[in-house]
Each structure stands twice: as C-alpha cells, then as structure tokens.
C-alpha cells in the first residue's frame, strides 16, 4: 500500500475552473429563472436547463426522466437547478439566495400512501397511479395450499429511506480535447457513464472517455450520473477543465437511497415444519425519478420467498413515485427489505410448530436439484444446508449463554437470531455480458486489460489473480490497466454481486485464451509450466525446453467474454433469472436495555457459500463490510430529507457499534464461474438484519415491524407487549 491512488478530487488541474450546483429548497414546486446576467458577468457561466442539448438521463434505454438541471419544475428537496461555473472562490461567494429564482411550492406526496390516494396528483405528468413498474411470480395455488396449512404466519414490514454515506462524495473534472470529451469521476459503471454522457451532450459515444478514479465506496450510489453531466457539458462549453465535488450534505440532499419498502408477508407449513405456500407483496417507493426502480421491483419477486422450497408461492413487486428523492441501486436491489419480512416468518412458524429455528431453516433449505418458483431446477452450488449446519455449533453455545445471563433477572436481556438469504448473482433475466483482454507485448509487458471498476471490494486483485491462474504466469508480472473507456473493454457494472463470477470468468477465458496462443507458437501440450523473462516466453514441456522470443512473434492479445445464461421471465415470472445464486446464514447475539430500549450487537457468526473464495481475505472483507451496514440498516440509519443530510444527524455504525464477526466461508462450487466462485458483495449484507431483529425478539417478545428499530421504537413496543400480557393475565 502505497497511498498513491488518485480519488475523484485528487488529480483537479490547477487551472481547472469549479461547479457550484443550486438545488432546490423544496421537495415539489415551480420555478421561474429571473435575469442572470448579473451573475454571468461575475463568473465564466451560469448554466441552465436550456444549456443541456438533451435534459434527461436514466438506467434504462426507455427511461430518461432525471433531468440535469429541472427545467420549471422540481420533484424533490435536493434536486438540481442551476449551475454556477467559476473560480472557486468566486461560486463558493455566491449564496443560494443571490441566484435569481422565483419559487412556487406545492404540496409534496410523501410516502406510498399517498402517492397512491384516489386523488393523488403525478410526480411525472406521463405516469398513471405514479406507477413506476409492477410485476409478480406466481406458482401452484396459494389459496387452496393455506387452507391446508398446519400454522400460518403473516406481518407487514416497513423500512426507510437509507444513506449510503461512502467516506467520498461524489467528485471529478472534465477537458475537452479536440471534439472528444474526457472526463475523470469516482464511478461505478465507466461505460454507461460514457454512454449516458454521449446522450445528454448528443455526441457519439466514441467522442466521450470515462476515465474512472480511485473509488471511495460506491455500495450503488455511484451506479447513477451525478458530476458527470455537469462538467461534461461546461468543459464542453467554454473549453477549459472544469471540476465538481459535492459536499457531505450536498451529496446526502442530492444522491438516491436505498428504497424504503413495505412488504405484507404470509406463509405457511404442514405439522412437520416444511413449507407450503407464501403470498407476499413489496411496495417502494422510488422516489422522484426511476433510477433503478425497475431492477428493484423485478427482483424482489423472485426473491421473496427466502432461500426456501416453497410449492405454491405468489409474489408481487411494485414501485410508485413520491417526491422523496430518487432511490436507487443499494447493496441488495431491494432482497434486504424482503429478507426482513420473510426471515420474520420463519421464527414465527418455527415457533408455532415447535422447531428449533435453525432447524426450521435447514428442513425447508433450497438443495441441488430442487425446483425455484421461478420454475428453475438448480443443477449446482447451492450451500444453504451447509451454511446452517456450519452454524450449529455456535447457535447451541449463544442460546446457552443467553439462557443462562437472562436467568439473573437484570434489566438487560440477550437473544440470539438468525437470518438466511440467496442472491441471484447478476441482471435479473437480463443480458449482462463481461469482455476482458490480456496482452503480451513484444517488449514483455504482461497487461490485464479490465473494464471493472474496482469499488473497493478488491476486483483489481481478484481479476489479476484469475488471469494470472489461467495464463499460468505469476500475477506479480501483470500490468492493469483498469477502467478507462478508452483503453479497455465494456465489463459491465460493479453491482449485483456479478463481478467475480461475471468479469472473473470473463477474464479466466482472456487467460486461458493468450494461454493456448503461446502453447500453440511453442507446440507445446497442455500441462506446460511457462516463465517470462523480459521479452522471452520459457515453455518447459516435461523434457522438452523452448523459448519465445517476443520481439520476434509481435504482440499477444487473449480476450474472453462471458454473459451468464438466463431466460426471461413469463408473466407468471416463470424462467431463468439468474445463472447462479449466491446462499448464507448469519447468527446474531445481542443485549437489549429493556429499561432505554438500546441494543448492543456482541457477536456475528457468518456462513457464507461463496462457490469459491479465489481470495479469502477479501471475501471476508467484503462479508464483514455487510454485515457493519445491515447493522445500521436494522438498528440506526433512517434518511430523513431536510433533516438527516449530514453524518452527525445520520447515525451510522462506527467501531464501537460493530461487533466480532466470525466468518465461516462454504465452498459449494459453481461449474459456471471462475476456479468455481460465486459473488459476496451484497450477500454479506442481507442476512443480518434479519438476524440482530430476530435475536431482539429472542431477547424481549417484540417482533420489529418498522426499520430502524431505534430505541425509542423499542422500548414503546416493550411497553405495549408488557400491557397486553398484564391485560391477558386473569
């Protein structure tokens, strides 16, 4: 470690010129612009709708409702309105209230609730109901299969609007070079960037270079545009470098959320615990704009029946517009929230039946060959059966020494919870190809060429590690080139958990292929060892020795592409939406103040399948990370716009929070990724909550029915469960 990585504020030219964005006050009103020749005098530019050739942008080719700057009309608190473009000093002088701008507020729709009422007016005049999208599974007959039902439970739950708070705030700058554009942004996804970026400016996409920086975190929210847009189309104007970094509140007003859901769950079993039929329906709300709204709800029908075999399901997503503001891609695509429902479930008909809640889970465990409600027969790697059993021995141990520290009678009380997922890994049903390249080149240069942006998860040393194992050189030799559009090839994005088994397969097969090139110039057979020494390739083939010579056989270029073999889904929901799925378990230990309503996590347990950990360390990583934000998804983070839009208002877990996480990593391996592995980003994440909310209810009868489970939240439920056991008591 080096500390030489150049974030998205890092390498700003010095005679870059900067971007002051005015946003809007209000979460739904019109506006008028007055006369801005006074501040245009002042500055290099004052830019507006009219100064962006096409004010839409959005995840979807169909979808371009999110407009650069609002043009007479805003949708959310936050949202952009005019750009100031200047010295720095000169828009950091300029208050909000020296910007001519007439406003007209209106009445904001805040919640599901009412952006569904019969006389609720549209977020987005061509939107009907202000529905965004909607969609279901369905499988066998619900109806008939809970009159059959041996104990039913149902519940709703609630969840918020969720920060996603990386250490870096959105920042880049843009130059224009020639009749090209480049610009330099922390990212996420370089190539829609680019695509996106070509669209709002009208240029082709070969005119614009995404240039990815170092990544201070991203968890999704650097899937959307931010910067992108703004310095593109003023560097592009006035024909200087032109840079942007939001403030922490700035970025907080401005960027999208983790959409905040209610889902009415209910499930069913027979008198031996296994189950029969779910019915559940997930509403979000996605805020101002669709962002990516539409993966959302297309994914959590599918997913939310758990990681369980159920015969008769019936599941249904949907998303409204509100004026919040724009929710978008987090950790999870939704599959959090619906975990918290259907993990609930599981403990109240375990209790019901009378079963261990561990082994409810492990009786009802999606196995290999079992049928998805989807339809899908899961030929591989499905490792929920193992991650429970991994778990035995330390779920034992907590339930003892809970037993035993509650038995005192103190006003602190411990539980113990558990919490199981799946996550299909990848676009759901969708094309979501990967091409990578490795290039030798006549001087010895041994390059990775990868377009995957590296986020901080570790897919710059995972990538490099599968094509070292696939060329069969050492990744020591490797150069990367990473990320810039200009230089690489389109790997996707860095979401959905798809980098490693998408971008890590696709990059095996680049190895692989440069690998065959060099046997096939040596004539040499597949168990060849090869060593690259400068500008020589040294192919030892049992006795027989030969030598490359680089300079002489020109330069080497593998590639390989992968795109994971899905089908679409029917109107039932019936197909194949992913090629694999990621599966765990998490165990969660706690102590709940009954008197203040506090709740202190003491130990995570969790077991991971990961197919394969190519690198365990980051695996681990990546597992504990999860676990730190779905802490704060149960117990502390609610985004409150106008309210929560700094870090000392949003609470998130600091290293007094977090506890000891053991991680336990199962290897079911999956014949379709790379050396057999799988994906962990957003796996590390959807268990928990479920988990620390389980172990809460271990601890004191409550079952939490709207996340955070904030204290003052807690402690009234305790009260109230307290009231309706002393008026049950004769």
């Known amino acids: 470690v080096t500390g030489r990585d150049a974030f998205g504020a890092d390498a700003i030219p010095a005679d870059a010129l900067w971007i002051r964005v005015v946003r809007s006050p209000h979460a739904r009103a019109r506006f008028t612009l007055g006369d801005l020749e006074p501040l245009k005098k002042r500055l290099a530019a004052v830019l507006t709708a009219a100064d962006v050739p096409f004010n839409g942008f959005g995840i979807y080719p169909d979808i371009k409702d999110q407009p650069v700057l609002a043009d007479g009309i805003v949708r959310y608190r936050g949202e952009a309105v005019v750009a100031l473009v200047g010295t720095r000093a000169d828009v950091l002088a300029i208050r909000d209230e020296d910007v001519p701008i007439a406003w007209t507020p209106e009445p904001p729709l805040f919640g599901v609730d009412a952006a569904t009422a019969p006389d609720a007016p549209l977020v987005q005049a061509d939107r009907p109901r202000n529905l965004l999208l909607e ?130 769950a209910k499930f069913g079993c027979d008198a031996k615990g296994k189950l029969v039929a779910c019915d559940v329906r997930a509403t979000f709300d996605t805020g101002a704009y669709a962002s990516w709204g539409p993966t959302v709800a297309n994914r959590v029908p599918v997913h939310a029946m758990g990681p369980y075999a159920v015969p008769n399901v019936r599941t249904w997503g949907e998303a409204f517009f509100t004026n919040g503001p724009p929710a978008g891609a987090f950790r999870g695509f939704g599959v959090p929230q619906a975990a918290i429902a259907h993990e609930a479930m599981m403990d109240e008909l375990a209790d019901a039946t009378g079963i261990d809640r561990l082994e409810f889970r492990h009786r009802n465990a999606l196995r290999v060959g079992d049928t998805t409600a989807t339809g899908q027969v899961l030929a591989h790697s499905a490792g929920l059966a193992q991650c429970l059993d991994a778990l035995r021995p330390a779920w034992r141990e907590a339930q003892e020494k809970a037993a035993a520290f509650n038995a005192k009678g103190a006003p602190h009380r411990r539980g113990v919870g558990i919490g199981c997922m799946w996550y299909g890994i990848g676009n759901t049903s969708m094309s979501n190809p990967s091409r990578m390249r490795v290039g030798l080149s006549p001087s010895g240069a041994l390059t990775l060429y990868n ?280």
Not at 151 to 160: K, Y
Not at 164 to 183: K, L, N, S, T
Not at 245 to 261: D, G, I, L, Q, W
Request: hydrophobic residues 40%; proline residues 7%.
């Open 135 to 264: 969609g279901g599974v369905k499988r066998g007959d619900v109806g008939a299969a809970f009159a059959d039902c041996a104990a039913v439970a149902e519940g709703v739950f609630e969840t918020a609007f969720v920060e996603h708070a990386y250490i870096e705030p959105e920042a880049g700058w843009a130059e224009r070079v020639g009749d090209r554009i480049e610009i330099h942004v922390t990212t996420q996804t370089p190539y829609m960037d680019r695509d996106e970026v070509a669209n709002v400016m009208q240029l082709r996409p070969e005119a614009v270079r995404i240039v990815p920086t170092a990544c201070g975190g991203g968890f999704g929210g650097k899937l959307d545009l931010s910067v992108q847009p703004l310095i593109g189309v003023a560097a592009w104007k006035l024909r200087r470098p032109v840079a942007c970094v939001y403030t922490r509140p700035e970025s907080m007003a401005a960027s999208t959320k983790r959409h905040p859901a209610r889902v009415a």
């Open 451 to 730: 377009g995957a942006v590296d986020i901080g998860q570790g897919s710059n040393t995972i990538m490099v590690q599968i094509a070292a194992d696939a060329v069969g050189l050492p990744a020591s030799q490797f150069v990367l080139v990473a990320g810039d559009t200009d230089l690489t090839t389109d790997a996707g994005k860095t979401s959905a958990s798809r980098q490693t088994f998408v971008s890590g397969r696709a990059a095996e097969k680049a190895g692989q292929d440069l690998r065959q090139q060099i046997l096939r110039l040596a004539n040499a057979g597949p168990e060849a060892c090869l060593s690259l020494d400068g500008a020589k390739v040294t192919v030892r083939d049992g006795a027989e020795v030969r030598t490359l010579d680089l300079a002489t056989v020109g330069p080497l270029m593998g590639e390989g592409v992968f795109d994971p073999p899905t089908t679409p889904l029917d109107a039932d929901g019936q197909g194949v939406p992913y090629a694999t799925y990621a599966f765990a378990a998490q165990m969660a230990e706690v102590e709940v103040d009954i008197e203040l309503g506090t709740v202190k996590v003491l130990r995570i347990v969790a077991a991971h399948d990961v197919g394969k950990a190519i690198n365990p360390t980051l695996v681990e990583g990546q597992i504990q990370g999860g676990v730190a934000q779905g802490l704060g998804l149960a117990l502390m983070e609610e985004y409150l716009p106008g309210r929560t839009e700094n870090l000392h208002d949003y609470l998130i877990p600091t290293v007094g929070d977090v506890p000891a996480i053991e991680c336990i990593l199962i290897e079911d391996r999956e014949p379709l990724g790379p050396s057999g592995a799988k994906g962990v980003g957003e796996p590390g994440l959807v268990p928990t909550a479920p988990a620390i909310l389980g172990a809460v209810h271990h601890a004191t009868g409550v079952r939490a029915h709207q996340v955070p489970l904030l204290p003052h939240r807690l402690r009234e439920a305790i009260v109230e469960l307290k009231g309706q056991l002393k008026r049950k008591t004769p």
